[in-house]
């Protein structure tokens, strides 16, 4: 990530930097009168990474730990009023940069690239084509009362595109066929609760697919799905980074799949990225006591070792995202902290900074910090 | 364009035509069960019945129902005239307009035998036949054709009597003749027999007290003593009304007369029966019938009217509400605390003692009426939508549809309103009822719009037993009750059936 002078690398098509997302916990009217602090979910609590074009990077972790928030984030699905820090830069198209910095000047941060959390409300409609989501439920994320047709038609009107109804129906029955729902005459006058869950997976991408986005979440995309028809959502993913160059943050639970998916992994804790680097090195080479625990827990891929119970190196549940402890956050599961005294002062009382560990590979860990320079 | 596309476009253009099979699917379940099924004929009906009311009322129903001079013809507080046929003595009512039955110029003729007369006079007859024991109410005639114009330069006096001959034989002038100029008895337009004078009368003839006579004077004209008691005199009778004119020249009137350039020549003569019309009238003589009519095309645009709008003020609210949230949303559900802790019915009854006096149409004030009453009752529904704003706001879908750049407008109009719509018809079928039932409570209590509503008879009719009038006025308080009633249970019907049929899809989301 060599940024010199400029908020995104010269291939970054997003970029998260010191995101922090905070949501705040509803105190009764009393407990306000009586001075209680305004508590927060530190959902998001500090989170910086940088997806590339034809690139999938992926956010692991543990549910709850902020994945779906950040990703949230990065489109700007979340309300302003729960950024509590940081930015959001991404590189339009050229016309849809035109188009923003005609109408916001001040989103503009350097040429080509807008901070997307300066760009009001009104001036947003041409980016929110290139910003596109799967969401993790194919049964919610569809409209039950719309067709398919309909909801296929949503996007391509509100944007303007095809002006007739013959050159929408051009463009739908195309998406469908990108997602494989052929033939797709048999699909358009259909509802959603007549598909099965992964053809509806497909219309969730083909929605997405027929704006011709950028950037592309993947909120958990084949979690819900049953694992026979997995791999063909994955290949539509594969596909699109292959073929269309499309940026994707792929977010999943799963060590395994990710290590199947991604090119570059970023493993997230309580808020915070705790490790990040191409996936194999951190597959291979897993730096944070965290992702060494997560490690531990992925199935054996050779059925023989299946059944040996193996040790997970990690203490206790997942704390509370609302009481941080002071210093390093997942302390209170680590089993280094137990094993290293030399540096439980540090864990202690200093969260521990991402650094950079080796080439590409950045680690947020006290027992690194010492050999390792220290990124910006 | 590749046929693949042709497909697809067809396809969608058919779903498109079918937008509406939902509403259709909806109403076809509502039709299935024995609730909806009976909610909804009873419905049809009552639209068909208030189509029916409207034309063919006169359009004036309202100046006509609130002006008692229309209603002098009618006896009043009488049952229907049906009951004749299940076997209740009737005295009939009679009306007949007519012309003069005999005119002419004589020089001091005895007409009837009791009336003398010199110059030109004119004859009306009715004749009334009473075959049940029972008392009609009383004799009226009114005039229907006539002009006031000099005559040789000098203003017509008209000296009418109303002559009753009995079928015993008496013979009885029952009105004061006072002369009066012709134009004077137009703008009178009716002259009516005198009960002191035919108390006066009859007493003597009865022999018995001129106060016992006064107390029912028109009883003693038609009835006959029996023991101690008046009893109906069965037979015809003949009712003369005779016009003497004077102060012109008695040729020149005749010729005026037949000419219709002066004087009067056509006459409704009346005898208000002991029962009235299809439905019996009131202490004023209203036809009750004209008022149930009337009645029900009130009560739909008061239910409708009253539903519709607080259904709409309170989904809009609830809608903004739950979408928007922040201080908008703080803002209104305050507000809706705010009205729903005001005590509806102290608020009504004043804006309508306000309203009451203002100069302005029976509507305008039936609308500020209901009006106050919509506002004060939006609040439950857009703490309800709003609720149900909250939970589809969360849906992944609605996050979709921002995701793609749907506007806020489009977000509540394409994929909010939808999903509630079916919830908040459901509650406007309920609060139609609800509107009706409190303009009928407010007519009760005294808060009237002078609309001839159900609410208005029946509070009409409860003033009336108030003030000492007997509970036997069946035919008054039953059918506006009764209606207001079934018209309430009609929408409750169709509501409970909705219900059942909204509630499982809203679950099914
Ligand atoms: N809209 C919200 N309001 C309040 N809390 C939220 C909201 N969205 C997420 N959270 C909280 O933020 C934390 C992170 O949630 P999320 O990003 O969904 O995690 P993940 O996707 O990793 O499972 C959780 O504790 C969750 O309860
Ligand atoms: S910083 Fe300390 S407590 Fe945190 S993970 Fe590393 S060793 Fe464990
Ligand atoms: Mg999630």
């Known amino acids: 990530m060599s940024k010199e002078n400029h908020v995104l690398s010269s291939n970054g098509v997003i970029r998260a930097d010191e995101l922090r997302v905070w949501f705040p916990v509803r105190r009764s009217f009393i407990d306000a009168l009586r001075g209680k602090p305004q508590l927060y979910v530190h959902a998001v609590d500090g989170v910086s990474f940088e997806v590339h074009e034809a690139e999938i990077f992926c956010l692991v972790g543990e549910s709850g730990c902020g994945k779906t928030t950040t990703g949230r ?79 296929l038609e949503e996007p391509l009107i509100i944007h303007g595109i095809g002006s007739t109804p013959e050159e929408r129906a051009e463009i739908i029955a195309r998406a469908l066929e990108t997602v494989k729902l052929t033939p797709p005459e048999e699909f358009v006058d259909r509802y959603p609760h007549q598909l099965s869950g992964g053809q509806r997976q497909r219309v969730v991408i083909a929605r997405a697919l027929l704006l011709n986005p950028r950037f592309l979440v993947a909120d958990e995309p084949v979690s819900m799905l049953d694992v026979s028809i997995r791999a063909e959502i994955l290949e539509i993913l594969f596909e699109l980074k292959e073929k269309h160059g499309l940026a994707q943050l792929f977010i999943t639970h799963d060590l395994a799949l990710a290590r199947h998916v991604c090119d570059r992994i970023a493993v997230m804790y309580l808020g915070r990225i705790v490790e990040m680097g191409p996936t194999d090195t951190v597959i291979a080479k897993p730096l944070h006591p965290y992702t060494r625990a997560l490690m531990a827990a992925v199935p054996e891929p050779d059925p023989r070792n299946r059944l040996r119970i193996r040790n997970v190196p990690i203490k206790g549940e997942v704390t509370s995202a609302v009481f941080l402890p002071k210093g390093c956050r997942f302390r209170p599961r680590c089993v280094a902290y137990d094993q290293t005294p030399a540096i439980r002062d540090k864990c202690d009382n200093e969260e521990p900074p991402l650094v950079e560990a080796e080439p590409g590979h950045y680690v947020a860990c006290w027992l690194h910090a010492a050999r390792a320079r220290q990124t910006g | 364009m590749s046929t693949r596309a042709e497909e697809v476009r067809k396809k969608m253009a058919k779903a498109r035509s079918e937008r509406f099979k939902e509403a259709r699917e909806i109403l076809s379940e509502v039709w299935r069960s024995l609730m909806g099924k009976t909610g909804l004929i009873l419905i049809v009906v009552l639209i068909a019945i208030s189509i029916y009311a409207l034309i063919t009322m006169p359009p004036n129903i309202v100046s006509l129902w609130n002006n008692p001079k229309n209603w002098q013809f009618n006896p009043t507080v009488a049952p229907p ?77 008209v000296i009418p009597y109303i002559v009753v001959e009995r079928p015993d034989g008496i013979k009885l002038i029952i009105n004061i003749p006072t002369p009066m100029t012709l134009k004077d008895l137009l703008a009178a337009g009716v002259i009516s027999l005198n009960p002191n004078q035919v108390a006066a009368y009859l007493a003597p003839r009865f022999n018995i007290s001129l106060t016992v006579a006064q107390s029912e004077p028109v009883k003693l004209l038609f009835g006959k003593l029996v023991g101690s008691k008046i009893e109906p005199l069965l037979g015809t009778y003949k009712i003369d009304l ?28 009346v005898v208000k029966g002991s029962a009235y019309g299809l439905m019996g009238t009131d202490d004023v003589g ?21 539903a519709v709008t607080a259904a709409l003020i309170g989904m809009v609210m609830g809608v903004i509400s739950g979408y928007y949230g922040g201080w908008v949303d703080e803002l209104i559900q305050r507000t809706v605390d705010v009205l729903g802790n005001i005590p509806l019915l102290p608020i009504l009854v004043l804006v309508g003692v306000i309203v009451q006096e203002w100069n302005i149409s029976p509507w305008a004030r039936l609308f500020i009426i209901i009006g106050v009453l919509v506002l004060v009752s939006w609040g439950g529904l857009t703490i309800i939508v709003r609720s149900m704003v909250l939970s589809i706001k969360s849906e992944p879908y609605v996050e979709a549809a921002r995701a793609i750049g749907a506007s806020d407008r489009r977000i509540m109009f394409r994929h909010i309103v939808p999903q509630i719509l079916p919830y908040v018809f459901a509650n406007l079928v309920f609060s139609v009822p609800a509107a009706i039932l409190t303009e ?20 009409d009719a409860e003033a009336y037993v108030r003030s000492g009038g007997s509970y036997a006025i069946w035919w008054w308080i039953l059918p506006p009750g009764l209606l207001i009633g079934i018209t309430s249970v009609a929408f409750v019907f169709l509501g409970l059936a909705l219900e059942t049929v909204v509630e499982p899809r809203l679950r099914r989301r």
């Open chain 1, 73 to 151: 984030a990065l489109l700007r699905l979340v309300e302003r009023d729960n950024i509590y820090g940081g930015h959001v830069y991404f590189r339009p198209s050229k016309e849809a940069f035109e188009e923003v910095s005609r109408l916001a000047p001040r989103a503009v941060v350097e040429e080509g690239v807008v901070d997307l959390y300066k760009v009001p409300d009104k001036a947003m409609k041409p980016l929110r084509r290139e910003l596109q989501i799967v969401f993790q439920d194919p049964f919610g994320s569809l409209n039950p009362r719309m067709k398919i047709g309909d909801i």
């Open chain 2, 242 to 269: 005779i016009l003497v004119y004077s102060g012109v020249d008695p040729a020149a009137m005749q010729k005026a007369v037949i000419s219709h350039k002066s004087g009067i020549w056509r006459v409704k003569m």
């Open chain 2, 440 to 459: 009928a409570g407010l007519d009760i209590l005294g808060i009237r719009s002078g609309l001839p509503t159900w609410g208005a008879i029946l509070s």
């Open chain 2, 81 to 157: 005239a049906w009951i004749a046929d299940l076997g209740e003595p009737v005295a009939p009512q009679v009306e007949k307009t007519l012309g003069p039955m005999m005119q002419g110029v004589t020089n001091g003729k005895m007409v009837d035998g009791i009336v003398p007369v010199v110059g030109f006079y004119q004859v009306y007859t009715l004749r009334y036949n009473l075959r049940h024991p029972a008392f009609p109410q009383g004799i009226l005639a009114g005039i229907i054709g006539g002009k006031a114009a000099l005559v040789g330069g000098a203003q017509p006096i």
């Open chain 2, 286 to 306: 209203h036809d009750l019938w004209l008022g149930l009519l009337f009645g029900f095309p009130a009560a739909l645009a008061i239910g409708f009217f009253g």
